[in-house]
């Protein structure tokens, strides 16, 4: 491990440990497009101990969705190749044949999708939906299964939950929706629970709810948690560590208060920047990135925030910074990263706020 | 009233207006086409004065158009579509008796049609791309340029000429032997089956290949589920809808179908009758046979639409809405 | 991917290749080195392909099949030919007019267009050949008559496609008259789909009358055409299965040929009514 800058996190108590649940090695995922490559992923490493939470946060474009995807062998249909490793309970998920991941799939690692809209099937009852996984997994029969099914639902908070189960998805509101797929994920206790986007389609009021449902269950069911979105807020107040990830790799982690009170990266500093502010007065802009991350295959050899970064000089246009130590679980990838000099950054107010409401 | 109940209230309205179309157009083919339909009925050899005179009394023809029409239609909704002038036997009657034959045929080609397409369009839209679906594909696009009657002969060829495995043609009934009547009736219902199995690949592929790259087939995926399971509960039953649109087109091509099976491996369906009564210038039953088969396919086609709002839960919606 | 396209465009163009060789024999039959396709030859019946004189071979009376298949060809084409046309101008127009027109008028005449199609087609063919008759003309206008409807579906999807773009509405601003927009706005982008779809109806007519003339019912007997012929071989399945399979495959290939075609004309304007 020597050599290649894993970024670590660790228990919430601060504590490292020795037994991490998932390690993720120099995952790289590429698509072969017309003949020409695109690394969605471009060498991500990261770990992920027992009962904590990472949040991993970029726009969309990022990589963020196909680094869980890959993780969970879901592109393995795509013609995507994926090298690297990723370590869940010592078995590598990369390497694994189908059969075997198709045993962790839902039963080890849970995982929730951005749309609840699209992501239950259409035509086929939500209870079913829930037991099926009990009946694959836990080899519950039919009754059984259904049964379970009900209490699931009732955990996620379904009202009424024996008349909820034997309804289709069309006929549930875009929360309740998503609370079905959560109830599905976690049927079989799994150690990790991915949520991918999980809130983005919601409504504000209800992806508070859905976002305290799975605090909740990961609290009670001693789960591991990957809480991926694109939005800081959302990562904010939720998760110990929190990685930021910038057209496939990543460019900031570390521990959450660290990353959001002094961002070393000027692209996490935009993230945070972009976030409205409470005390703003009406109408104020939001702060905005300018530009888009540019595709894959018209990247220089150079760091890919550079054709949007103001800091950006000759060294960022010649060569990509390598994700480096900065202390105590915490790493950047930047050529001039702030505060790195020893000068601080102004501390800002809104994020201890927001920080301390969660807490 | 303005859920699945409406719904079905405008369909009906909307058959029955096409079926009162369909007899109009059933009963102008005798009464409009160039040509006396006695004579036509006569043929050229039998006209005198008093025949022709007798024959137009018969069908009525000294009546204005608009009362033999209703005076017609009358006769066809109490069941009676007249009697053949050639061999005097009532056209209901022998319809009666050509039926099963022909409803056998359809009903087993279907199945034959739908079983052997499931796996093939299955498995050809999950490989989606891969070279064993553009086996499947490239074959079953050839497939549509196969006639009915050529396959029929192909299997003719292997299966009775060259292997003696079934009989080249005749029919038992099944009500004598289930066993004859099966094996006779298979290689017809088979060169029925696989031209429309070629199409049913195709769409079935298609839907399939869609299907799979939606959310909730990755969410299955994620959900650890096993292949079988994923295919056939994720993305077969969803994609099964436009699937059965398909069948009511497909029924039409069947009753094209049988009329050439039936007459190519001598099956006494309506099919062969049809052929039988053209041959022998019967006009009167090719009048009503061509009258119960459109009447027979709209209703099909009727049935296929409600059969289709009651498999998709979101077409179904209604029903809830109005029951809330 | 790139050798699977290559491939598809040597199958296209075999296709059309194809067609335009069997357009060719038929039209020019008469000048090609052959026996007359009802020139009976009765001591040289059932010969195999390869015999001298007779490229395919001779059928049951000893006539030449290669000729027969040359000459039956023309009645193929013809009927495709006349469901074409029939098709593209009946059924265009109609389209068009439902689909520009709207209202009472678009719902009269594609409920009429649903009447037809409600009638199985081989089913209304026979129905209407008894009373019309059997000469080529019969079917030619028979099989026309029943090719309206679904080329007039499309001609109306695409026209209302149509109707509410820029260009068609300038027109209507500017005050050109409803024929002009028509003619002049709506036509040339109408036609294009309906012609890929014709290909494939031509293939489909092919086998409809392939159909009719296997079941006797369709040209009468002197006449070649190569559903008669495998109906013809039918009695030699067992001792001379070239009677049926020859006049089978050319019938197979040029309504494949002609759905390729169709398809992949389909294909292109698609992609030039996207873009």
Redesign the interface.
């Known amino acids: 491990m020597t050599g290649t800058p894993v970024a670590a996190t660790s228990r919430p108590d601060g504590t490292a440990s020795a037994d991490p649940l998932l390690v993720v090695e120099s995952l790289t995922t590429t698509f072969g497009i017309d003949g020409s490559e695109f690394r969605a992923v471009d060498g991500v490493s990261f770990e992920l101990q027992r009962g904590a939470t990472l949040g991993i946060v970029g726009e969309s474009g990022s990589g963020k969705s196909v680094l869980t995807r890959s993780i969970l062998g879901l592109l393995r249909r795509q013609r995507a190749q994926v090298t690297g490793s990723a370590r869940f309970e010592g078995r590598d998920l990369i390497s694994a044949p189908e059969k075997e991941l198709r045993g962790i799939r839902g039963a080890g690692i849970g995982i929730i999708f951005q749309d609840p809209m699209t992501a239950l099937n259409p035509v086929m009852k939500v209870g079913k939906q829930v037991a099926e996984v009990l009946t694959v997994h836990k080899g519950m029969n039919r009754a059984e299964a259904n049964r379970r099914a009900v209490e699931l639902l009732d955990e996620v908070h379904i009202p009424s939950a024996r008349t909820r189960a034997g309804q289709y998805p069309h006929e549930l509101s875009g929360g309740m929706r998503q609370r079905v797929a959560i109830a599905a994920a976690i049927a079989c206790r799994p150690r990790l629970l991915i949520a991918d986007e999980a809130t983005t389609a919601l409504d504000v009021t209800i992806q508070a709810e859905i976002l305290d449902l799975l605090d909740e269950l990961r609290r009670d069911l001693h789960m591991s948690m990957l809480l991926i979105s694109h939005d800081l807020g959302v990562v904010m107040g939720r998760c110990d560590h929190v990685a930021v990830m910038y057209a496939g790799r990543i460019v900031e982690l570390g521990r959450t208060t660290d990353v959001l009170v002094h961002p070393m990266m000027p692209y996490t500093r935009g993230l945070l920047d972009a976030i409205p502010k409470v005390d703003d007065p009406a109408h104020t802009r939001l702060a905005v990135i300018p530009g888009q991350i540019s595709p894959a295959h018209v990247r220089a050899p150079g760091c890919s925030f550079e054709s949007r970064c103001a800091l950006a000089d000759d060294q960022c246009r010649a060569a990509a910074p390598e994700l480096q130590p900065a202390g105590a679980e915490r790493s950047y990838a930047c050529w001039h990263p702030a505060g790195a000099d020893g000068g601080t950054v102004p501390v800002d107010e809104r994020i201890e706020s927001t920080l301390g409401q969660a807490r | 009233m303005s859920g699945l109940g409406g719904r079905i209230g405008r369909q009906v309205v909307a058959l029955l207006a096409t079926l009162l179309a369909v007899s109009v157009l059933s009963f102008l083919l005798t009464s409009l086409l160039p040509g006396d339909p006695a004579v036509a009925i006569l043929g050229p050899s039998g006209i005198t004065q008093q025949s022709l005179a007798s024959a137009r009394r018969a069908l009525g023809l000294d009546h204005p158009l608009v009362q033999r029409y209703w005076d017609w239609l009358g006769n066809v909704v109490h069941g009676n579509l007249g009697s053949s002038f050639i061999t005097h036997i009532s056209v209901s009657s022998e319809l009666r008796q050509h039926l099963p034959v022909t409803l056998e045929l359809i009903v087993l080609a279907t199945i034959f049609s739908v079983v052997l397409a499931i796996p093939f369009g299955i498995w050809s839209g999950y490989r989606a791309g891969r070279a064993d679906d553009r086996i499947i594909s490239l074959l079953a696009f050839a497939g549509l340029a196969v006639p009915t009657f050529v396959v029929a002969l192909m299997l003719i060829l292997v299966c009775a000429v060259d292997l003696h495995w079934l009989p080249a043609s005749g029919w038992v009934p099944l009500t004598q032997s289930p066993w004859q009547n099966f094996r006779s009736a298979l290689l017809p219902a088979l060169a029925l089956a696989l031209p429309q199995m070629a199409v049913n690949v195709r769409v079935l592929r298609s839907d399939v290949a869609a299907t799979m790259q939606s959310d909730f087939v990755t969410f299955a995926v994620a959900k650890g589920l096993p292949l079988r399971k994923i295919l056939f509960r994720h993305a077969f039953r969803p994609s099964s809808l436009s699937f059965v649109t398909v069948m009511g087109l497909q029924i039409g091509f069947l009753l094209g179908g049988t009329v050439i099976v039936e007459n190519l491996f001598s099956l006494p369906g309506i099919g062969q009758m049809l052929v039988q009564s053209i041959l022998s210038r019967d006009l009167i039953t090719v009048q009503g046979l061509t009258l119960f088969i459109a009447t027979g396919f709209v209703v099909i086609n009727f049935v296929v639409d409600l059969a289709y709002s009651l498999i998709d839960p979101r077409i179904r919606r209604g029903r809830n809405i109005a029951t809330v | ?1 790139r050798g ?1 396209v290559a491939r598809h465009g040597i199958v296209r163009t075999l296709s059309f290749v194809w067609i335009a060789l069997v357009i060719l024999a038929a039209i020019f039959a008469s000048l090609l080195p052959i026996p007359k396709p009802d020139a009976l030859d009765p001591f040289r019946r059932l010969l195999l392909p390869g015999s001298a004189g007779h490229l395919l071979g001779t059928d049951d009376l000893g006539r030449d099949i290669l000729s027969r298949l040359i000459y039956g060809a023309r009645v193929s084409l013809i009927v495709g030919a006349a469901s074409f046309v029939c098709g593209l101008i009946a059924g265009g127009a109609i389209g068009i007019v439902a689909g520009y027109a709207k209202g009472k008028v678009e719902r009269v005449l594609m ?2 267009m ?2 037809i199609l ?7 063919l ?7 008759g059997r000469s080529l003309f019969d079917i030619s206008a028979v099989l026309g008559f029943l090719a309206i409807p679904i080329y007039a579906r499309i001609a109306r999807a695409q026209t209302l496609s149509f109707t509410e773009r820029d260009f068609v509405l300038a027109a209507r601003a500017s005050g050109s008259r409803p024929r002009d927009i028509l003619l002049y706005e709506l036509l040339p982008n109408v036609w294009p789909p309906m012609v890929a779809y014709g290909l494939v109806a031509v ?1 489909l007519t092919i ?1 409809v009358e ?2 009719l003339s ?4 369709s040209v009468s007997a002197p006449t070649p055409s190569w ?1 008669g012929m ?1 109906a013809g071989g ?1 009695n030699y ?2 001792n001379d ?1 070239g009677l ?1 399979l020859i006049p ?1 495959a050319v ?3 040029t ?2 040929a002609f ?2 075609a169709g398809e992949a004309l389909g294909a292109k304007t698609s992609k030039v009514g996207r873009a």
């Open positions: 991917m699977a409920w009429a649903d009447v409600s009638f199985p087609a081989l089913v209304l026979i129905g209407l050949v008894a009373y019309v293939g086998v392939g159909s296997f079941l006797g019912l559903g495998i039918e399945l067992r299965p049926v089978s019938m197979c290939l309504v494949l759905n390729i």
